[in-house]
């Protein structure tokens, strides 16, 4: 049996460095198209909206400095395009009213069940911290229980 031989720290870490300058060269898409479509809310629950959810769920992403840097850039990236995916206020289905309600039911149920906006985006992301209040008011504009509630400033 032959002696496990011991691997040297700084050649460990020279190589752990090195993978860390080459994986930022590894691209990743970072776009804001176009506004096709947009919400249509008041001007108090487009403000909630767009400080809640607009950087996942919509092509007005504010792309913040650690999304240029990887792996966490990976990430952001794969996290804002499902958000696009589910639900995008950039793309509202303005002649499908069908889709649209499916939309605002699927808003009502996230937000006012706690799940939206995800848990633990609000310690870097403060206008994602939305009150009970607030939540309230989102959820009524979508039609959820107690809908016709909301405030029209």
């Known amino acids: ?44 629950v487009a403000a909630l909206l767009r400080g809640a959810c607009y950087d996942c769920h919509s092509y007005e992403t504010a792309w913040p400095w650690y999304s240029r840097v990887a792996p966490v850039s990976w990430f952001v990236a794969d996290h804002v395009k499902e958000g696009r995916r589910k639900i995008n206020f950039s793309d509202w289905p303005v002649t499908d009213l069908e ?9 009502a149920k996230e937000v006012g069940e706690g799940g939206m906006p995800l848990p633990g985006y609000g310690w870097a992301h403060p206008a994602a911290r939305l009150s009970p209040q607030q939540r309230a008011q989102i959820v009524a504009w979508a ?5 016709g509630q909301e405030d029209s400033d």
Request: charged share 15%.
């Open 1 to 44: 049996m032959t002696p496990l031989r011991r691997v040297n720290p700084r050649t460990v870490a020279v190589a752990l460095a090195a993978a860390a300058v080459v994986i930022q060269f590894v691209p990743v898409g970072r776009s804001n198209p176009a506004v096709r479509h947009d919400v249509g809310a008041s001007p108090a």
């Open 143 to 147: 039609g959820g229980p107690g809908a």
């Open 99 to 107: 889709a649209q309600d499916g939309l605002l039911r699927e808003v």
